[in-house]
Nanobody, 125 residues
Framework: QLQLVESGGGLVQPGGSLRLSCAAS????????IGWFRQAPGKEREGVSF????????YYHDSVKGRFTMSRDNAKNTVYLQMNSLKPEDTATYYC??????????????????WGQGTQVTVSS
């Protein structure tokens, strides 16, 4: 059974850091494109960060460049999202998702087939 489980969310003050984890089971992550998405109340789900397996490239949304870092641990079959210098506008439910490999940058949620349950990140003083 294919499963993605996110963890690591929580409440943090502006300027703080969190590290999200996404553990996969039932399949091998490094065969797929992997994305972190987020959705705030009343807003559409947006892609935050991606690892594209075909060329091992990483892509970041402009709003998180320089603050977020995505990485993958193949031995643990887990991906991470290190989030630094957090801002209130980063508040959202964060999801990881996987999709079939593409040879281009693909950031639309409907291109990703399997999703975790999400973890809440709240940035507030």
């Amino acid at each position: 059974q294919l499963q993605l489980v996110e963890s690591g969310g929580g409440l943090v003050q502006p300027g703080g850091s969190l590290r999200l984890s996404c553990a996969a089971s039932g399949f091998t992550l490094d065969y797929y494109d992997i994305g972190w998405f987020r959705q705030a109340p009343g807003k559409e789900r947006e892609g935050v960060s991606f690892i594209f397996s075909l060329y091992s490239t990483t892509y970041y949304h402009d709003s998180v460049k320089g603050r977020f870092t995505m990485s993958r641990d193949n031995a643990k079959n887990t991906v991470y999202l290190q989030m630094n210098s957090l801002k209130p506008e980063d508040t959202a439910t964060y999801y990881c998702a996987v999709g079939i490999p593409h040879d281009t940058i693909v950031v639309r949620p409907d291109e990703y087939n399997y999703w975790g349950q999400g973890t809440q990140v709240t940035v507030s003083s």
